[in-house]
């Protein structure tokens, strides 16, 4: 059986939240990443955002200098995003919308209409020499989007299925909205783009993502860092690398059956 990883990528953004709660330098988001890193993660995710209400320079600068594992860099279309993402050059960078009033990220990046806006932070990401990647809804519009701007890999907003399975895990919402990440998946593919996966994702909902063999890695940040106040971070994402890993091994094995 010929199984393909999925690769975990472990957002430490909420690590910044407390410590900015409060001030000072604890808990240290660099600690997080090396600990992400020892117990099974294969990246690292930070959103530098143009408030700094979490992330901020020098974490980026740290984690550039301090750990292995790739370093995703989420970041809006700016001008102020693109310099430091020039200067640090993480593994990839990953263009996601921000507004400054947001809780969070509401929803995917409206590549298909913003694409004169997006093309030319595209191409200088690109001949920096990192990955491209857009943070989108799982829309056809914006995967066709995406491939016009040359971006090789693009991630699928999961936050609406997420949403829906708290309202009803059984109900039609949720069906409708798993659909639609696997159609995108398949698309992706089709289009050639190496297909990722975030937001909103927990024990209870992480199965069915990764269980679609078209998405190559999946990004959890929150709710790891909230549940690592009852088990700890290491354990919290030692049991997400596991419940991935058994619903890739599963869906492998349907398809095979």
Same mark, same amino acid.
């Given at each position: 059986?010929?199984?393909?990883?999925?690769?975990?990528?472990?957002?430490?953004?909420?690590?910044?939240?407390?410590?900015?709660?409060?001030?000072?330098?604890?808990?240290?988001?660099?600690?997080?990443?090396?600990?992400?890193?020892?117990?099974?993660?294969?990246?690292?995710?930070?959103?530098?955002?143009?408030?700094?209400?979490?992330?901020?320079?020098?974490?980026?600068?740290?984690?550039?200098?301090?750990?292995?594992?790739?370093?995703?860099?989420?970041?809006?279309?700016?001008?102020?995003?693109?310099?430091?993402?020039?200067?640090?050059?993480?593994?990839?960078?990953?263009?996601?919308?921000?507004?400054?009033?947001?809780?969070?990220?509401?929803? $995917? =990046? &409206?590549? %298909?209409?913003?694409?004169?806006?997006?093309?030319?932070?595209?191409?200088?990401?690109?001949? *920096? !020499?990192? /990955?491209?990647?857009?943070?989108?809804?799982?829309?056809?519009?914006?995967?066709?989007?995406?491939?016009?701007?040359?971006?090789?890999?693009?991630?699928?907003?999961?936050?609406?299925?997420?949403?829906?399975?708290?309202?009803?895990?059984?109900?039609?919402?949720?069906?409708?909205?798993?659909?639609?990440?696997?159609?995108?998946?398949?698309?992706?593919?089709?289009?050639?783009?190496?297909?990722?996966?975030?937001?909103?994702?927990?024990?209870?909902?992480?199965?069915?993502?990764?269980?679609?063999?078209?998405?190559?890695?999946?990004?959890?940040?929150?709710?790891?860092?909230?549940?690592?106040?009852?088990? $700890? =971070? &290491?354990? %919290?994402?030692?049991?997400?690398?596991?419940?991935?890993?058994?619903?890739?091994?599963?869906? *492998? !094995?349907? /398809?095979?059956?």
């Amino acid at each position: 059986m010929n199984m393909q990883h999925l690769r975990l990528g472990v957002n430490i953004d909420h690590v910044a939240t407390i410590r900015n709660a409060r001030g000072g330098g604890h808990p240290d988001p660099v600690r997080a990443a090396r600990m992400a890193a020892a117990a099974g993660a294969d990246g690292i995710t930070a959103h530098l955002r143009e408030d700094r209400r979490h992330i901020s320079d020098t974490d980026i600068d740290r984690l550039v200098k301090s750990i292995d594992l790739p370093l995703n860099l989420e970041m809006a279309a700016t001008d102020e995003m693109l310099a430091i993402a020039v200067r640090h050059k993480p593994h990839a960078a990953c263009i996601v919308p921000e507004k400054r009033q947001e809780v969070t990220t509401e929803g $995917g =990046l &409206d590549a %298909a209409g913003g694409i004169d806006l997006l093309r030319p932070y595209c191409s200088a990401l690109a001949d *920096a !020499g990192m /990955r491209v990647s857009l943070f989108i809804d799982p829309e056809v519009r914006q995967l066709d989007a995406a491939k016009a701007l040359g971006a090789p890999v693009v991630e699928l907003h999961t936050g609406a299925f997420c949403e829906a399975f708290i309202e009803d895990r059984d109900g039609a919402p949720v069906k409708a909205e798993l659909e639609r990440i696997k159609a995108a998946a398949a698309h992706a593919a089709d289009l050639g783009l190496e297909c990722h996966a975030g937001h909103g994702l927990t024990f209870d909902t992480v199965g069915y993502v990764a269980a679609i063999d078209s998405i190559a890695e999946l990004n959890i940040g929150h709710f790891l860092v909230g549940e690592a106040i009852f088990c $700890g =971070l &290491d354990s %919290a994402i030692k049991r997400m690398r596991a419940l991935m890993d058994q619903a890739r091994a599963e869906g *492998a !094995g349907a /398809r095979s059956a």
